[in-house]
Nanobody
Framework: QPQLVESGGGSVQAGGSLRLSCAAS????????MGWFRQAPGKDREAVAV????????DYADSVKGRFTISRDDSKNTLYLQMSSLKPDDTAMYYC????????????????WGQGTQVTVSA
């Protein structure tokens, strides 16, 4: 059964760092477009970062460029998000997602989603 499981969330102070992981199972991970998305209370789900099949290309939301880095390890079927210089505005539930489309920041282009991991950044 296809499944994505996120981990690594937590509570940090502004300026701190976290590394999120997303373990995939029941899918051919290396063939999937992967992405990180987030949703804060009362807000729409938004893209954070996406990475292409093979990991050769990535795209980021303007709000996280220069602070977050997405990567993948196809040998471990795992997606990562290294987050640095965290801000209170980064507080949200973070989800990983998989899809078959070309590199895209649109949540609707992703068909498999994890349950999410909470990130809370205090001022």
């Amino acid at each position: 059964q296809p499944q994505l499981v996120e981990s690594g969330g937590g509570s940090v102070q502004a300026g701190g760092s976290l590394r999120l992981s997303c373990a995939a199972s029941g899918v051919t991970f290396r063939m999937l477009q992967m992405g990180w998305f987030r949703q804060a209370p009362g807000k729409d789900r938004e893209a954070v970062a996406v990475i292409s099949v093979g990991g050769g290309d990535a795209d980021y939301a303007d709000s996280v460029k220069g602070r977050f880095t997405i990567s993948r390890d196809d040998s471990k079927n795992t997606l990562y998000l290294q987050m640095s210089s965290l801000k209170p505005d980064d507080t949200a539930m973070y989800y990983c997602a998989a899809g078959l489309s070309a590199l895209t920041l649109r949540p609707t282009d992703y068909s498999l989603w994890g349950q999410g991991t909470q990130v809370t950044v205090s001022a």
